[in-house]
């Protein structure tokens, strides 16, 4: 009895250790690694590019100036705009001209009273010349009014030189573009009071166009002076370079970001150049056919060398695979490399400090337009 026992124990325990060893045989497969989704973009040709070092700046006129009212007054009328396009003689602004007129009438009744003063002492200076002649005055009574005669000449000529600057203050309560140009800035408006001379309106005349740049003092500025080429490209026209020239550089840094301000005009500036449009200056040479540019941020370290990452395989399967690059040339946000690049490469532009060869990715455009 006791063996029978036994033997019921000794075989419920076996069959549970029978069902785990067939389960562990029978064990599931560990999923595969999903792809990491990494941003790419195309290669950039730097054909037009510049190798060397490149600065940032805006596009300004050649003449800019602030416009100001050559007499003081009250404005009473504003009648452009910043960004107004302008033509020579156009009225910009204008002065309250009842003070101006007041002072025309008193200076033209001024002339009239020293007209008539003339007039009266000619007339005397005649008749004393035929009493002279006759013997009845002196010599010296004759000369006397010969000099009154001259005072009122000269008296009169003050007077209308007098209203003549009068009368052009007067015009001076117009603001009068003195050339073709653009409004760039507002200083005054109507209802203010200005002084002779306080700026009203910044002006940048049309004609030659350039972009203002900044400068470290040091050895930057040398090399920028010493330049044998200069080439400016425009942040809203892409793939579009013009050819500059220096001209002129600050000789002394700023006090507070200490760089030297220079100015490099456009050689042949055409109508897409607009002004306040960010421009990019680069000095130095021309790249090799076979460089591209691409961000900073793409650029890896593979056991000191530099490399970048490609997407590569089908649409099913796509890897990071490293590809050993030259770097030509560091620029400020970006890199001139040269290497076995081709225009359809799907370079990974962010993150590679994390990739290892073989591994799935999932390619994302970061230039494809975003569906709102």
Known sequence: MQHRNKTKAGASIAIPLVL??????????????????????????????????????????????????????????RRVD????????????????????????????????AEADAKLAESEYKRYVDLSERGFVSKSLLDQRANELDLAKARLDQQRSQFAVVRNQAAYTSLIADSDGIVTDIQADAGQVVSAGQAVLGFARDGEREVRISVPEGAAVETLRKA???????????????????????????????????????????????????????VGSTPGAASWRLPLSAIGDAQGKPVIWRVQGDKENTTAQPLPVTVVQLLNDSAIVSGDIKPADQVISAGVQLLIPGMPVKAIDRTAPVAL
Not at 246 to 259: D, F, G, N, V
């Open 82 to 113: 910043i960004g107004a396009r302008v033509k020579k003689g156009e009225v910009l602004a204008v002065l309250d001209p009842v003070d101006a007129r007041l002072n025309v009438e008193a200076s033209k009744a001024a002339v009239a009273s």
């Open 20 to 77: 785990l060893a067939l389960a562990g045989c029978h064990k599931e497969a560990p999923p595969a690694a999903s792809a990491r989704p990494v941003a790419v973009i195309a290669p950039a040709p730097a054909q037009g590019a510049m190798v060397g070092e490149a600065y940032p700046g805006s596009v300004r006129a050649r003449i800019e100036s602030p416009l100001s009212f050559r007499v003081a007054g009250k404005i009473t009328e």
């Open 228 to 282: 044998t080429a200069l080439r400016i490209s425009l942040w809203a026209i892409p793939g579009k370079f013009y050819e500059g020239r220096l001209r002129e550089i600050a000789s002394a840094a700023s006090a507070q970001t200490r760089t030297h301000e220079a100015r490099v005009s456009f050689v042949a500036a055409d109508d897409e150049v607009k002004l306040g449009m960010t421009a990019n200056v680069s």
